[in-house]
């Protein structure tokens, strides 16, 4: 893989090709290194893992910042990018030829990141874990683009008519048939995106969860504890037909909450995916740190694995002050399983993690203040 960089984060101008393989990229903190595996983030994503707003990485007093890459995949098929941030817009090139939407770009450079806000995958908040259900499925299924766009645009209308509906808590405006009827065309639309997004989730958790339980199984302990994903709805799964007469059933039985709370309380947007800790309790609340991380860790890896089989491509695999805070067992596991994926990059600001990662990298870099050389 080829990257470079123009006026991105604290990088001028940077041109690196990186080797196959597991690539160490050691440095103290606040030098450098994270940066270039946001770069990266940004062409997988079109986003960073560690801001909302793109002004924040364009390099101070400069007008916009330049991401390039090159690289070909497992099948040989070329992909040759430029990524444009200037003014709050974003410019997008791909093998030559300009891309306006994202659904034609989102799963083109296949990556899985883990970095230090990953924890919060398994202990923040139940939008964040059906953020990444969602995205992972989109990177996948590029036309399942529209269907969140109806569910999105459904359950905000029929937000807005409750609002109306009920211009305060529990009390129903007069002669509003009108608004009754709204309501009904916007809760139909609203169950028809939102089983087929119930559908895909629940395919997805089960199929990464074939891959996610053995390896954690590899990356904890010996005779040591087991993780597994469950998605977690409040509507009837099985049989898959009857997900539509849940859904509309729980709406009905939730017309009391709705006329108190004047928002939608029941649908896909309140579902949540699981890390369950030896069958049957919530890692969130039962987990020791070190196996939280196993756990992000391990999701990342499965993520992965999911890329290989469905796109026939492995993707790139980022790993950012991944190792710290794990026993060196675990992290000798970890190594293990990244030495079977095709380019690994690892971060670390730890002298004894890049000593132990070292041997088994095809490349070290070390990046200090801007500049990376090869050790």
């Known amino acids: 893989?080829?990257?470079?960089?123009?006026?991105?984060?604290?990088?001028?101008?940077?041109?690196?090709?990186?080797?196959?393989?597991?690539?160490?990229?050691?440095?103290?903190?606040?030098?450098?290194?994270?940066?270039?595996?946001?770069?990266?983030?940004?062409?997988?994503?079109?986003?960073?893992?560690?801001?909302?707003?793109?002004?924040?990485?364009?390099?101070?007093?400069?007008?916009?910042?330049?991401?390039?890459?090159?690289?070909?995949?497992?099948?040989?098929?070329?992909?040759?990018?430029?990524?444009?941030?200037?003014?709050?817009?974003?410019?997008?090139?791909?093998?030559?030829?300009?891309?306006?939407?994202?659904?034609?770009?989102?799963?083109?450079?296949?990556?899985?990141?883990?970095?230090?806000?990953?924890?919060?995958?398994?202990?923040?908040?139940?939008?964040?874990?059906?953020?990444?259900?969602?995205?992972?499925?989109?990177?996948?299924?590029?036309?399942?683009?529209?269907?969140?766009?109806?569910?999105?645009?459904?359950?905000?209308?029929?937000?807005?008519?409750?609002?109306?509906?009920?211009?305060?808590?529990?009390?129903?405006?007069?002669?509003?048939?009108?608004?009754?009827?709204?309501?009904?065309?916007?809760?139909?639309?609203?169950?028809?995106?939102?089983?087929?997004?119930?559908?895909?989730?629940?395919?997805?958790?089960?199929?990464?969860?074939?891959?996610?339980?053995?390896?954690y199984a590899q990356l904890a302990p010996p005779e040591g504890e087991s993780v597994c994903l469950r998605y977690r709805t409040t509507l009837a799964l099985e049989p898959d037909a009857g997900i539509a007469s849940s859904f509309r059933a729980a709406l009905v039985a939730a017309e009391d909450a709705e006329a108190n709370m004047r928002y939608t309380v029941v649908g896909p947007h309140r579902d949540d995916l699981g890390f369950i800790l030896d069958q049957e309790h919530d890692l969130r609340h039962f987990g020791s740190q070190g196996q939280q991380r196993s756990a992000a860790l391990t999701f990342r890896l499965a993520l992965s694995a999911l890329s290989a089989r469905r796109l026939g491509d492995d993707p790139l695999l980022l790993l950012d002050d991944a190792l710290s805070e794990m026993d060196d067992e675990r992290k000798q596991r970890l190594l293990k399983l990244c030495q079977k994926h095709r380019q690994v990059f690892i971060t670390s600001a730890s002298r004894r993690e890049i000593e132990l990662i070292s041997p088994l990298a095809s490349a070290v870099y070390n990046v200090t203040d801007g500049s990376v050389r090869l050790s």
């Open 1 to 215: 893989m080829r990257l470079k960089l123009r006026d991105f984060r604290n990088y001028e101008q940077l041109d690196l090709v990186f080797p196959p393989g597991i690539i160490v990229i050691a440095g103290p903190n606040g030098a450098g290194k994270s940066n270039l595996l946001e770069a990266i983030h940004y062409l997988s994503y079109l986003k960073s893992f560690r801001t909302g707003r793109d002004r924040e990485v364009i390099r101070y007093e400069r007008p916009l910042a330049v991401v390039d890459a090159q690289l070909k995949d497992d099948n040989e098929r070329r992909f040759d990018v430029r990524l444009v941030l200037k003014s709050g817009k974003r410019f997008l090139r791909l093998n030559g030829s300009a891309i306006t939407r994202f659904q034609d770009f989102i799963g083109r450079l296949h990556s899985q990141f883990f970095f230090p806000g990953d924890l919060s995958l398994l202990t923040g908040d139940p939008a964040l874990r059906r953020e990444v259900m969602d995205l992972e499925l989109l990177r996948l299924k590029p036309a399942l683009t529209p269907v969140y766009q109806k569910y999105k645009a459904a359950h905000k209308q029929r937000n807005t008519t409750l609002k109306l509906l009920y211009p305060q808590p529990g009390q129903r405006r007069a002669n509003a048939s009108g608004l009754e009827k709204a309501l009904s065309v916007y809760t139909e639309q609203l169950i028809t995106a939102g089983v087929q997004i119930i559908r895909e989730r629940r395919g997805l958790v089960k199929v990464l969860n074939e891959l996610f339980a053995p390896l």
